[in-house]
């Protein structure tokens, strides 16, 4: 059986001589992901994944900071700067009703509620209150669509489709 593997995060740097690296996150769920105890997979390159296990978690700025047990030493997780940390499928959590891994809504495609094709979903944004989904157009700039109850009408994973409603100046270029 194949393993689907998702991003959790890139590590950038190590921070100060205990083995601690920097990490900026790809996930929603950061304090879950990186609870001590968890199991993470670090890949570097062509070689095959190494399994390791949370010791600790802090933030510090816009990075998540994590130790893992056995690797207590800066020179034991130098080699790990610019790997990515990753987990296989069997390790994501089932979501409430209306919330969705980006790798679910990533590759949809926008429609309006009249059926014509905006485009696909090519990036989402996390900037606070409500994330904004990035939509590819065929012709012209992207649009950004927030994702929001008024806007956003069904999110169909299965068929890959959104069908959003349009509000006034959403689409304006």
């Avoid at 997979?41 to 510090?60: C, L, W």
């Avoid at 979903?121 to 669509?145: C, Y």
Wanted: glycine letters at 8%.
């Amino acid at each position: 059986m194949v393993v689907k593997w998702f991003n959790v995060g890139k590590i950038v740097n190590t921070h100060g001589i205990r083995g601690e690296v920097r990490v900026i996150s790809r996930t929603d769920f950061a304090q879950e992901r990186y609870k001590i105890g968890n199991v993470l997979y670090i890949f570097m390159g062509s070689e095959p994944p190494i399994e390791v296990k949370v010791a600790s978690h802090r933030v510090h700025k816009s990075f998540d900071l994590l130790t893992f047990e056995g690797y207590d030493n800066i020179n034991l997780v130098e080699k790990f700067k610019g790997a990515m940390i990753k987990v296989p499928e069997s390790q994501l959590q089932p979501l409430d009703e209306g919330e969705y891994y980006f790798h679910e809504i990533i590759g949809c495609t926008v429609v309006t509620e009249d059926g014509e094709t905006i485009g696909e979903v090519k990036e989402i944004l996390t900037p606070g209150a409500n994330d904004v989904w990035v939509v590819k157009r065929k012709k012209g700039g992207d649009v950004f669509i927030p994702y929001i109850t008024d806007v956003v009408k069904q999110v169909d994973v299965e068929n890959k489709t959104i069908t959003i409603h349009v509000m006034e100046g959403l689409l304006d270029e």
